[in-house]
């Protein structure tokens, strides 16, 4: 029977059909505490920020997951899987200020929209679980949660330099600053002291840099990302006393501490740099106007160090001098620099050009010393030069002192044992990491659950005036927080004393409800943040999803939450993810004309050009880059979905490329998923309208059987291996098999065939679970559903290798194959080899003089005359 005999797949019908028997059913619900009688497995895909439609990225990452949970559900684990959105942040506040609509509203909306998305994939997630951030159930739990770990002592208030738009009149994250401007408003960033609230992480910079070294079912590069940002270093504090101080600084204002990892150079001494924010810069500024516009400046480069490493390194000279600690009588000059960060160290540098390139180049600028203490090996000290790079290899001191003809390491251990025995410095671990700030001036955010008091100062809501509500009656008809204008909402009476007080009205950054949104999951509607039982059953979260962006931030935010939930009684556990894969891009290629960038349902290609489709008018293609509102190059998944069904999109995005590469979204992919689908269909749907009444134990359906077996190991082993597109692969070997198996009879092929077509549906099913269910039905009606079944087990007997081929060589070239036993002894096998055509032909008449064999490989025979 011909596989296009047989009816097409409807998946318009049968799609949204299976999504309501899988929901009737309750299929992928599970208990808050996992059951004792099977394995329990947590996957989380990275919650999405409801912006109003998924895109064919999203489609991707949840498609990951979603197969891992089918896939662990049929290997018999009780699996969780659930999902939720990351609803507050600044977007829905902009979109309030320009569409007039409450920012609550327009989230709402937004999820909605993206939750049918999300079910007509078909995804198996437990819906009753759902969470957003926005939500008094949940951020109310976030509230608690910040006050236990500030009566343990996590959380701080103290004065910090920010990043403000005085237009929009609010504090911007390093990445909103563009060019030293606010990125919405165009206005001249300016840097501000605020009083903000800290969580301390740096408590935990020690663990959270050495468990990097347990998680071993994470990206290398990711790993190595987080112990850079954490930035452990050891050196020395070093004091540098001023040089005749001016008498109008303060006493302790007579000395610069800094901070070195190069305590060894300290003899190379050129300069010192102080951040703009340096108490000493402020007191040098009070008194000299030039050097107050330059601080200006520098506070309009932001505070963040990607920019300030991009940008021209200037500086100012204050007319101050240092002494060198090691040589008193050798000052240097004190420069306020634009590349000094306040909050790295002490806010000041020692500036050893010789040792450092940023410093050489600064030096040379500004035509400072540039004394050589630092001999590359090898060189000779009465010819070295220092050229235009600094000497950052190996090297022994000189023109050092007590140093000289010391490698850098013992010079750094000797001189910080002289500066410690001085009393002018001390040996000390640094580290990059900073404390967390998560002070946000906005509305749409978290309210931070403190009281102000005249009288009695900072003070905690009380547990039972949680949760603090949003008001929903603001007003954004004006920049700035609009909380900090609400006629009622933050005039309170203080717990403490009842006197008249205000509430804080800054919110947390959305950081901090994705730090732990992983363990409300496990008990999502409970009155406390976790219970105890249902979060130390599931977590760690066995598999997270998501993309590289948040290597970073989000995944350390989310270990330090982890710990401190852990210190204040929330969690039992230290590392919230066990095992972390970060999935590659959906590129597209983006298309302009004069009107500015088109959608590419606005184009088509007509021979070998792309014009727009309402006019005919030529269109300009960009390169395939990552889908970007901004560029609209993003492709709907409703609108392949409407034409295609969800399972095509689904095994597109599977099939293309390793899912850790980035991969190019293409109509003529889509099209052909969509043709393999059919195509299964119409294979599965023959065998079963087939008469299968033969022997299973008949000869003729061996090679089938053999096919099936090793594809479900196969298969197994890829998805085991996170390597959905071999399995994808696999399948489609398969799947010609059982097709060319279909058009061929001979006894016992029957039963093969229904035992191949029976493991395509069982296998395809974690990536085309509706085709799936449609299929077993057809094949196997009345029976349990593809979800509720087990995973096939490849049985041995039809694994093991029956032949082996080996190359017949004459000379070492190789003159033909021939296939036999696996370990044949090796009279049979030179037997065979000789008898091979092509080789018995070329061995006529020629003597053979050697005979080499080597075992399942080769065969050569070493001939003369």
């Known amino acids: 029977m011909s596989d296009t005999a047989t009816p097409a797949f409807d998946f318009h019908a049968r799609e949204p059909f299976w999504q309501a028997e899988w929901k009737r059913r309750n299929i992928f619900s599970v208990p808050d505490v996992p059951p004792a009688d099977r394995p329990k497995y947590y996957v989380l895909e990275m919650f999405p920020y409801p912006s109003g439609q998924l895109h064919v990225g999203h489609v991707r990452n949840y498609t990951l997951g979603d197969v891992v949970a089918r896939y662990k559900r049929a290997r018999g684990f009780a699996v969780l899987h659930p999902m939720g959105w990351d609803a507050f942040g600044l977007p829905a506040e902009n979109a309030a200020r320009e569409r007039n609509v409450h920012p609550g509203k327009w989230t709402m909306e937004n999820i909605a929209t993206m939750r049918g998305t999300l079910q007509r994939l078909g995804f198996s997630l437990d819906w009753d679980r759902e969470i957003a951030t926005c939500l008094p159930e949940y951020y109310g739990k976030q509230q608690k949660l910040f006050l236990d770990m500030l009566a343990d002592g996590l959380v701080e208030r103290r004065d910090s330099s920010v990043n403000w738009d005085p237009v929009d009149e609010t504090v911007l994250a390093n990445e909103q600053v563009v060019d030293g401007r606010g990125w919405r408003s165009g206005a001249l960033i300016e840097k501000k002291i605020l009083s903000q609230w800290f969580l301390k992480i740096t408590k935990f910079a020690e663990p959270l840099l ?103 390194k200037r500086g100012f000279d204050t007319g101050l001098r240092v002494a060198n600690p090691l040589d008193p009588e050798k000052t240097a000059p004190v420069w306020i620099a634009n590349f000094v960060l306040m909050d790295y160290g002490t806010g000041a540098v020692f500036g050893c050009p010789c040792g450092d390139q940023r410093d050489l180049d600064f030096a040379r600028k500004y035509a400072l010393p540039v004394p050589q203490v630092l001999l590359p090996t090898g060189a000779d000290a009465e010819t070295f030069t220092l050229g235009k790079k600094a000497v950052t290899g190996d090297a022994v001191l000189y023109n ?21 025995d001085m009393g002018a410095g001390k040996g000390v671990v640094n580290w990059r990491l900073r404390d967390w700030g998560i002070s946000r001036q906005r509305y749409w955010g978290c309210p931070i659950p403190i009281i102000h008091c005249a009288q009695c100062g900072v003070v905690p809501v009380p547990d039972e005036q949680l949760p603090v509500v949003l008001p929903e009656d603001v007003i954004f008809d004006h920049p700035g927080n609009p909380l900090d204008r609400h006629p009622t909402w933050k005039h309170v009476s203080c717990p403490k004393c009842g006197s008249p007080a205000t509430r804080e009205t800054d919110t947390f950054d959305t950081f901090v409800d994705s730090s732990w949104y992983f363990a409300r999951f496990t008990s999502p509607h409970a009155p406390t943040p976790t219970v105890p039982a249902a979060a130390n059953g599931w977590l760690p979260v066995d598999q997270y999803i998501g993309g590289i962006e948040h290597a970073i931030l989000h995944l350390l935010y989310a270990r330090f939450f982890t710990r401190a939930m852990h210190e204040t009684g929330h969690l039992d556990l230290d590392e919230p993810f066990a095992g972390l894969f970060t999935q590659g891009m959906v590129t597209h290629e983006s298309y302009r004309d004069s009107s500015g960038w088109l959608y590419p349902d606005d184009v088509e290609r007509r021979g070998s050009e792309v014009v727009r489709r309402d006019t005919g008018a030529p269109v300009e293609v960009g390169r395939s880059e990552k889908m970007s509102k901004s560029k609209r190059n993003t492709v709907s998944p409703v609108e392949i979905i409407e034409q295609y069904g969800a399972d095509t999109a689904r095994w597109f995005v599977l099939s293309d490329s390793p899912p850790e590469r980035d991969m190019e979204w293409t109509a003529a992919g889509v099209a052909a998923a969509a043709r393999f689908g059919q195509r299964l269909h119409r294979l599965v749907s023959a065998v079963a309208a087939a008469d299968p009444a033969d022997s299973t134990h008949a000869s003729g359906g061996d090679d089938l059987r053999r096919m099936t077996h090793r594809t479900i190991l196969a298969v197994t082993e890829a998805l085991e291996a996170f390597t959905p597109n071999v399995a994808v692969a696999r399948l489609h070997e398969l799947t010609s098999a059982l097709a060319d198996a279909e058009r061929r009879d001979a006894p016992g092929l029957a039963a093969a065939r229904r035992e191949a077509a029976q493991v395509l549906c069982l296998l395809c099913a974690p990536m085309m679970p509706h085709l799936a269910e449609d299929m077993i039905g057809i094949l196997e009606p009345g029976e349990a559903l593809v979800v509720e079944r087990s995973w096939p087990e490849a049985q041995a007997e039809w694994l093991a290798v029956q032949s082996v081929t080996i190359g017949v060589q004459i000379l070492g070239k190789l003159r033909g194959t021939i296939k036999v036993p696996p370990d044949a002894p090796r009279n049979d096998v030179l037997a065979a080899a000789r008898q091979e055509p092509n080789v018995a032909r070329l061995l006529e008449g020629k003597r053979v003089v050697k005979e080499i064999h080597v075992p399942n490989r080769i065969v050569n025979f070493v001939v003369a005359g």
């Open 400 to 420: 050092s002192g007590f140093l000289d003809g010391l490698d850098t390491a013992e010079a750094k251990k000797t001189v910080i044992r002289r500066l410690e």
């Open 210 to 312: 050495e468990n990097l070294k347990t998680l071993d079912r994470w990206p290398e590069r990711v790993r190595v990302m987080q112990e850079r940002w954490i930035g452990r270093s050891e050196g020395a504090r070093v004091r540098f006393p001023l040089h005749e101080a001016p008498a109008a600084y303060d006493a302790d204002l007579d000395s610069i501490e800094v901070f070195t990892t190069r305590p060894d150079t300290l003899f190379g001494l050129s300069f010192i740099g102080i951040s703009a924010e340096h108490p000493l810069a402020r007191k040098v500024a009070a008194q000299n106007a030039e050097a107050a516009a330059f601080i200006e400046e520098c506070r309009r480069l932001g505070t963040s160090e990607e920019v300030i490493e991009a940008a021209e």
